[in-house]
C-alpha cells in the first residue's frame, strides 16, 4: 500500500480559504461515503479542523500514488465547490515517509499554531474514530493511526513539548497550582465577563473547580456567564461580600480605575483567618491596586508576569519542538512502510507493543523509586537490570528448547537469531 496526505492549513491558507473546505462533523461520513464509492480498495480518513483539512489515504501499491493524490484534491475541490487552480496554489501533498513524518509532526503539535498545543492529537484520534465507524479503515492505514498514536503519547512524554502552557488561561491555573497543590477545593472569583475571563473559567472548571462567582457591571450578563460552569453571577459593587470565601481572584474588566483596593483584601484576609489568596489582573489599566500585593498572604500577579511566563514556556517548547525532529526521524525508520507482507508488518507491530509495555512497566517503576527517594543512580542501575533480563528472557528460553532438538532445524534458528541480534561468530563464541 501507498500512504499519501494531501490538505492545507494554516501556514498555507488564510482562514477564508480554510473556511470553504472545512467539514462540519455531521458532513464527515457522506464525505467518507463519497470517497469510498468513487476510489476502489482506498482506505481513507479526513481530518478537518479550524487550523487544517487534510485527507489521509492508502492505496495499493500497483496504483499511482501521485495520481491518486491528484483525484483526492480533485475530489475535495468539488465536494466544496473550490476551483482546483486556487486549492493548488494553497495545497500539499507527501508520500510515504514524507507523510509519515508529516502527520507524527501534526500529532504531537509541531505544526499547530500554538506549538505543542495537545487538542490536535484529540481530534486526529476522533477523525479516525469516525473513519472506523464509517468503514474506511483497514489493517494498513489502521497500523499508521495505531502507531502514529504511541509516537505522539512517547515524544510528548519524553521532549515535554506541551508541558509549558502557551496560553492565559493555562498559564494562570499553574499559577494557581504553585500556591493550592488540589485545586479542586478552592472557590474561585472572576471580577469581568468578558472573552478572557470566559477563557480562564473553563481551565479552572475542568481541574475541578465547583464554587465559580462570576462579578460584573452587568448582571445579567454576570449570570448569562456563570450559568455555563454552574456558578453564580454577582455585580461588582458585592464583591467584598463574596471576597472573603475566595482562594482565587482573576480579574479582567475594561474599568479606568481599580476595582480591588488594598483596603477590601485586607479586610477580607482578617476574616479568613490570613488564608492565602492567588489574584491574577489581567486588567489595562490594572483592576487590582498594586499596593495589594504588600499584604502578606496575598500572591498577586499582573498581565506582564503572565505574559514572561507564556514566553518563556514558549522558548521550551521550541527547544523541545527541535528535540522531537530526531524522535521523530527514529520514528519514521523504525515503522515498516515499504513492507507488503501483512503477517511481517503485524508480527513487527505485535513485538514492538510488547517491548513498549515493558518498558513502560519498567519506568513506572522507576518513577515510583524515585518517588520514594531511592538515589537516582541505583534506580537508573536497576532500571537497566530488569529490562535486559526481560528483553533477554523469552529468545533466551527458545533457544535452549531449540537446543534439545539438535537437528537442521535447531542449526537454521541458531542462524536466525544471530541475523536477527546482529551477532558475529566472534561476539556469540565470547
Not at 508529516?102 to 499554531?113: E, F, L, P, R, T
Not at 502552557?165 to 497543590?181: C, D, E, R, Y
Request: glycine share 4%; net charge neutral.
Amino acid at each position: 500500500m501507498n500512504f499519501i496526505i494531501t490538505g492545507l492549513n494554516h501556514k498555507t491558507a488564510d482562514i477564508t480559504l480554510r473556511e470553504k473546505l472545512a467539514f462540519t462533523p455531521e458532513q464527515i461520513p457522506d464525505a467518507l461515503h463519497s470517497i469510498a464509492n468513487q476510489f476502489d480498495s482506498l482506505e481513507v480518513v479526513i481530518l478537518s479542523t479550524c487550523n487544517r483539512t487534510e485527507i489521509y489515504a492508502a492505496c495499493p501499491k500497483e496504483s499511482s500514488p501521485h495520481l491518486m493524490i491528484q483525484n483526492l484534491q480533485l475530489w475535495l475541490c468539488q465536494y466544496h465547490s473550490l476551483s482546483i487552480e486556487t486549492f493548488k496554489q494553497h495545497a500539499y501533498d507527501y508520500q510515504s515517509d514524507q507523510a509519515l513524518t508529516h502527520m507524527i509532526k501534526v500529532a504531537i503539535g509541531i505544526d499547530s499554531m500554538v506549538v505543542g498545543e495537545s487538542q490536535v492529537l484529540g481530534q486526529i484520534k476522533s477523525a479516525y474514530t469516525k473513519a472506523q465507524e464509517v468503514g474506511t479503515v483497514f489493517n494498513y492505514l489502521d497500523q499508521i493511526f495505531q502507531y502514529v498514536f504511541r509516537c505522539a503519547k512517547r515524544i510528548r512524554t519524553e521532549t515535554q513539548i506541551g508541558f509549558h502552557p502557551t496560553s492565559f488561561a493555562n498559564a494562570a491555573v499553574k499559577l494557581a497550582q504553585h500556591i493550592f497543590t488540589n485545586l479542586s477545593g478552592c472557590n474561585l472569583l472572576l471580577i469581568g465577563a468578558g472573552e478572557l475571563i470566559e477563557s480562564v473559567a473553563k481551565p479552572f472548571f475542568d481541574k475541578g473547580i465547583k464554587n465559580i462567582t462570576i462579578a460584573n457591571r452587568t448582571l445579567s450578563r454576570a449570570q448569562s456567564l456563570a450559568k455555563k460552569f454552574n456558578g453564580k453571577g454577582v455585580l461588582l459593587a458585592d464583591i467584598p461580600n463574596h471576597l472573603l470565601d475566595c482562594d482565587i481572584v482573576v480579574a479582567c474588566t475594561a474599568s479606568q480605575l481599580p476595582i480591588l483596593g488594598k483596603g477590601a483584601v485586607e479586610s477580607a484576609l482578617k476574616q479568613r483567618k490570613h488564608k492565602p489568596i492567588f489574584m491574577l489582573d489581567l486588567a489595562v489599566p490594572r483592576d487590582i491596586e498594586p499596593e495589594v500585593n504588600e499584604l502578606a498572604d496575598i500572591y498577586l500577579y499582573a498581565i506582564d508576569d503572565l505574559q514572561q511566563m507564556i514566553d518563556d514556556n514558549q522558548k521550551f517548547r521550541n527547544l523541545a519542538a527541535k528535540q522531537s525532529n530526531d524522535l521523530i526521524k527514529q520514528a519514521v525508520l523504525s515503522f515498516p512502510l515499504s513492507h507488503t507482507t501483512t503477517e511481517t508488518t503485524l508480527l513487527i507491530k505485535q513485538y514492538r507493543a510488547k517491548i513498549m509495555a515493558l518498558s513502560e512497566s519498567e519506568l513506572l517503576k522507576a518513577k515510583y523509586q524515585l518517588n520514594q527517594d531511592v538515589s537516582p543512580e541505583q534506580v537508573l542501575l536497576q532500571l537497566t537490570r530488569n529490562l535486559t533480563q526481560k528483553l533477554l528472557h523469552d529468545p533466551s528460553i527458545a533457544l535452549k528448547k531449540s537446543a534439545l532438538n539438535l537437528s537442521q532445524e535447531h542449526d537454521l534458528k541458531l542462524q536466525w537469531f544471530k541475523e536477527i541480534f546482529n551477532l558475529k561468530d566472534d561476539e556469540s563464541n565470547s
